[in-house]
């Protein structure tokens, strides 16, 4: 499955109804610490957001959930990767993408068949409190060297002049939340995002 250069992040559904009629082809639900009912509910929600609007969803964390809806696509990071049941997620077909900061990281991800690898921070970011520095460019291009055919996401402090450059040094997608959450106009930053990926 080709996935779409343009990869926001979102916290729950209400996000996705004002982003998905803009044109939004991929998108995360990234529901942080609700209840097993209430990311049911998010889910199941955003599935059927997504299925009207022609937009594939990926499932963050909750992959029992995504397994229930019926959804075909989880992201993991790898703390999530010690409790999940990846062989139950492939018996449903469902397709997992893993969060990656460093070699070792990278090599888990490799040796799990991830179908996708996103790699970050590429630069600074707000999002949350990490370990891990920017890891720039250079490493985006020795990441895609590694990771061959499957694509691979770079993530942290994105900005649409910014992903041209992650574009250059071989990123196939690029993510972002803030950027657009944070906007005082989210609507517009999604549309300039769309024409600046397309």
């Known amino acids: ?3 779409d250069r343009f990869y926001p992040i979102f916290e ?3 996000w996705l109804r004002r982003m998905l ?3 939004v082809k991929l998108v995360q639900l990234r529901a942080k610490d609700v209840s097993e009912a209430v990311a049911m509910r998010e889910v199941i929600a955003a599935r059927d957001l997504c299925a009207r609007h022609g937009a594939q969803l990926i499932v963050n964390d909750y992959w029992q959930a995504a397994i229930d809806a019926g959804c075909d696509y989880v992201h993991l ?3 999530d990767l010690d409790t999940a049941d990846l062989p139950a997620l492939r018996r449903h077909g469902i397709r997992v993408g ?3 900061h460093d070699h070792a990281e ?3 991800a490799l040796s799990l068949d991830a179908d996708y690898v996103a790699l970050g921070p590429v630069y600074p970011t707000i999002l949350k409190k990490m370990k891990w520095h920017e890891q720039g460019l250079d490493r985006v291009s020795e990441w895609k060297r590694l990771v061959g055919a499957r694509p691979l996401i770079a993530i942290g402090g994105m900005s649409v002049d910014r992903a041209a450059k992650a574009f250059s040094a071989g990123a196939d997608v690029v993510s972002v939340v803030t950027d657009i959450t944070l906007n005082a106009d989210p609507e517009a930053r999604a549309r300039e ?3 600046a990926t397309r």
């Open 1 to 3: 499955m080709k996935l």
């Open 193 to 195: 995002w769309i024409e």
């Open 21 to 23: 009629p803009l044109g």
């Open 106 to 108: 990278l090599d888990r």
């Open 77 to 79: 990071g790898q703390e």
């Open 12 to 14: 729950d559904s209400a």
């Open 98 to 100: 893993i969060s990656t």
